[in-house]
């Protein structure tokens, strides 16, 4: 139980277009969702924090208005790269919740290239 | 604010040897604390938490991690490394009072290494 899926697995984008990922909950409502972005050999880092009809809540030095996220029931989230740059060139993971539960339930993640 | 320490950026250890990972934990609140395992090109499994229960914690695969107020530390142990143990472990802490609808910070990783 508890499995999160994301799409596409990898994509790859031409500099100044958008790219949208998807983060759903396969067999459980996720309270809460996450997106981390994980760069090369280094660690994950939250991005930001989205609850289900609600504004997501974004960490600081995170864009709002490059990284849209919507979070439109309990069980899908999504995050749009806008005019994406290759420095936004990452990989980007979602994680789910269940409030008390204690515990986040991570995707298997998303390689984003932009060229 | 939270932060976690991971010393060692990689650990080499022979088959069949204990494996210890360091993980020390800044907080101000009380924290639940988390150790993931990350394999190549997949995403993180959780090993074990820690979330205010007993102290020692028993996880998967044999790992187990105990929490230490006073030492501000949650390491985690295995008696005897497989050569499947081979992958980038993180620790990462979260804030109680959140309910799990914090989210985590994370470790640096580090890379453990199973020399046959």
């Known amino acids: 139980g508890a499995v999160v899926s994301q799409h596409p697995s990898w994509v790859i984008c031409k500099s100044g277009t958008s790219v949208k990922i998807e983060c759903r909950s396969l067999?459980?409502?996720?309270?809460?969702m996450f997106w981390y972005r994980q760069f090369p050999k280094q660690s994950l880092m939250l991005m930001a924090t989205s609850n289900e009809g609600s504004k997501a809540t974004y960490e600081q030095g995170v864009e709002k208005d490059k990284f849209l996220i919507n979070h439109a029931s309990l069980t899908l989230s999504t995050l749009t790269v806008t005019s994406a740059h290759p420095e936004d060139s990452s990989f980007y993971i979602c994680?789910?919740?269940?409030?008390?539960?204690?515990?986040?339930?991570f995707g298997p993640g998303t390689r984003l290239t932009v060229t | 604010a939270q932060s976690v320490t991971q010393l060692g950026s990689h650990v080499s250890v022979s088959e069949g040897a204990l494996v210890l990972l360091r993980c020390n934990y800044s907080?101000?609140?009380?924290?639940?604390l988390f150790w993931y395992v990350q394999y190549p090109n997949q995403g993180l499994q959780l090993l074990l938490k820690?979330?205010?229960?007993?102290?020692l914690v028993k996880g998967i695969n044999g790992f187990e991690a105990e929490f230490k107020k006073s030492e501000t530390s949650f390491h985690l142990t295995k008696p005897s490394a497989h050569m499947s143990d081979a992958a980038e472990y993180f620790c990462a802490v979260s804030d109680q009072a959140g309910g799990g609808a914090d989210g985590l910070t994370f470790g640096k990783g580090t890379h453990l290494i199973i020399q046959p």
């Open positions: 067999d459980f409502q996720a309270t809460t």
């Open positions: 820690y979330t205010s229960a007993a102290t």
């Open positions: 907080s101000s609140v009380p924290p639940y």
């Open positions: 994680s789910a919740s269940i409030l008390a539960r204690y515990e986040q339930y």
